[in-house]
Each structure stands twice: as C-alpha cells, then as structure tokens.
C-alpha cells in the first residue's frame, strides 16, 4: 500500500512538471525559437507544448527572441501581419499583430532570392511607409502620423511560414515567431500626397500568369489606418520608430507560396518591382 501512495506522488510530482503543463518563461520559450532558428529547423509551434500561451506572453516571448537577434542583424522597421478578418480567423486570433524586420531581410535591389534562407517561403504584395521623425509616443491620428511619414512606396514581404506544424498553428505562434518576419524587398519611394493607398491596385504575375491581386484598401480598412494602428502598437510596447524604418502595413489580396521562377508585381503608377526565387 505504501508503495503504491508513493506511485501516485511521483507520478503526480511528473504531471505538475510535464512540458505540457508547467508555465514556461518567455525567456525560455524565446530559446527554443532560436535554437530552431540557428539549426534551421522547421519553427516550433509553441502552443502544441504550451496550450496556455496567450497574446501578452507571445509578445513577451517575441520580444525575448528579438534581444537575442537584432544585435547581430540589425532592425529595418515594423510589419503588420494577420490585417483582414479571413487572415485573423484562419489563426484562430480576433486582432492584427506586429513583429519586427530585420535589417539583414532587406534585400532591396536585389533581383534574385536565394529559397535556401527559408523553410517555406511565401510572398505578399505590401505597401511600405518610410519615416522621417522618430516616433516615440502614441499618435492621435492620421494627419498627426503624416508629420512623421516621409515617403511611401510598393513593397514585397517574404515571410516565413516553415512551422514544424502548420494545422496547429495559432496567432500566438506567429506573434511569438515574430510573425514570421525574414525578407523583404523595398520599392522605389514617392511623396505620400502623390497617390490615393487605398484604391492603388497591384497585380502579381508569376512566370507571367497573374496568381494574386489586391487593393490597398484590403488591410484594416485602410493604409493610412493600418499604418497608424501598427505605430501606435509598436510604440505601445516600448519600441521605437526611427528616422528610415520602414511600416509594412499587411498584404493586399493574398498570402501566396514562393515558388521557384520570376515574378512581377505590377502597382501601375505606385510603381513595379521584379524579382526572382532561385
């Protein structure tokens, strides 16, 4: 009978400890992402170990995994990610979310994409907003944030959607992977009165057959909104946006793979940017 009381402690000393279950820090789940990274391995999904994990610990994880990447690669500025309600409920997340861009992603100018640096490449169709003051504090509303724009400009994201487990994944999971942030390509740059961002249209071909198309107006009711919203939510979180960073606001029309081959992405007068995956 003794026995058989000290099974039931141990195993009940296993549960209470299991990875399943115990509270994890950010610090440590922050880890495990770089690990993965380093190794180039497919990204965890935290949440298939880490059930509990919720919006404010994956941002508090995300910012751990930053302190430990960006003194060596640098940051270019901030996205927005998951910017519709179709994007929002396939991740299972009822709000946009924010990650950070790596200076050693911005492959402006560069007409060929090695495919090598990802595990799953995928490509959006994006607008960028260039600042021109630092912004520190939170912004009242768009004819305030337009002080601090200096320029706008079409742009590429090529994010990495490489998770381990791609059914279970979650928007906590993006948020943690800093929303999957890897690559990106900058367009050539204009004044931000020259175009309406709403009704700019781009189309992307791909070896010369359109595969995606999309308005500015697809992410969040709005550029200048989302770009806005996505200030005010860095900003919110101790970053700050400096003189030449870059606001990727979400992608318009949709998310599609990286393929071997050719693409243009044609935004009529905003400008085309062409690019190849090898």
């Known amino acids: 009978m003794i026995r058989l009381w000290i099974f039931v402690i141990l195993c009940g000393v296993f549960l209470l400890t299991s990875p399943t279950t115990w509270a994890a820090e ?11 990274h380093i190794a180039k391995q497919p990204i965890p999904v935290l949440t298939v170990s880490y059930k509990d994990m919720d919006l404010t610990t994956a941002y508090a994880v995300q910012k751990s995994y930053l302190d430990k990447r960006l003194p060596a690669e640098g940051m270019a500025g901030f996205k927005a990610g998951l910017t519709t309600e179709m994007a929002q409920k396939r991740f299972g997340i009822s709000c946009a979310v924010s990650g950070i861009l790596f200076a050693s992603g911005d492959y402006s100018g560069t007409l ?9 490449p995928m490509i959006e169709t994006e607008i960028g907003f ?29 994010p990495d959607l490489g998770f381990a487990d791609v059914k279970s994944l979650k928007g906590v999971d993006l948020v943690a992977a800093n929303v999957s942030a890897v690559q990106f390509i900058r367009g050539s740059e204009t004044d931000i009165e020259e175009f ?21 107006a697809d992410v969040m009711g709005g550029q200048w909104e989302a770009a806005l919203w996505l200030a005010n939510q860095v900003v919110s979180q101790g970053w700050k946006v400096e003189p030449g960073h870059v606001l990727l606001t979400g992608a ?20 085309k940017i062409i690019f190849e995956i090898k």
């Open 112 to 120: 060929v994409i090695d495919k090598s640096a990802f595990r799953m």
């Open 252 to 271: 318009l029309g949709q998310m599609i793979p990286g393929k071997l081959g050719s693409y243009e992405a044609d935004y009529g007068d905003f400008g």
């Open 26 to 36: 950010p610090d440590d789940l922050a880890n495990i992402l770089l690990q993965a």
């Open 130 to 158: 260039v600042v021109k003051k630092t912004i520190s504090a939170p912004l009242r509303d768009i004819d305030e944030l337009k002080q601090y724009i200096g320029t706008v400009m079409p742009a590429i994201e090529l």
């Open 196 to 216: 309406d961002l709403d009704k700019t249209k781009v189309v992307l071909r791909y070896k010369g057959q359109i595969v995606n198309q999309g308005f500015g």
